[in-house]
């Protein structure tokens, strides 16, 4: 059963933008809170920003902060990524990940539902 599906990633030049979106099934239970976490060639899955179900508290990533935001419409089922002056070492496979309860979290490890991921690539 596929929970979260991400898309929009694709291929940008460095300084461009995109807009990564997160459709839950219906099935994940409520409230949750929504994360998304990069692996990029070589590296380990990090943390790049989560949001909580009623949208009022937001984390980021210190590499992130200020060029990425982090939105939801819970009434689309929709989560959105919104990433801005993208560099090289934004490229990275992109994965949406929800848990259960009200409280953001870094920490992948937390997270109970998984998508399958969506390819960024900044380039020239």
């Known amino acids: 059963q596929v929970e979260l599906v991400e898309s929009g990633g694709g291929l940008v030049q460095p300084g461009g933008s995109l807009r990564l979106s997160c459709v839950d099934s219906?099935?994940?239970?409520?409230?949750?809170?929504t994360g998304w976490f990069r692996r990029a060639p070589g590296k380990e899955r990090e943390f790049v920003a989560a949001?909580?179900?009623?949208?009022?508290?937001?984390d980021y990533a210190n590499s992130v902060r200020g060029r990425f935001t982090i939105s939801r419409d819970n009434p689309k089922n929709t989560v959105y990524l919104q990433m801005n002056s993208l560099k090289p070492e934004d490229t990275a496979v992109y994965y949406c990940?929800?848990?259960?309860?009200?409280?953001?979290?870094?920490?992948?490890?937390?997270?109970?539902?998984w998508g399958q991921g969506t390819q960024v690539t900044v380039s020239s």
């Open positions: 219906g099935r994940v239970v409520r409230p949750y809170t």
């Open positions: 949001i909580n179900w009623s949208g009022t508290d937001t």
């Open positions: 990940a929800a848990r259960r309860g009200t409280g953001t979290s870094t920490k992948r490890g937390s997270y109970d539902y």
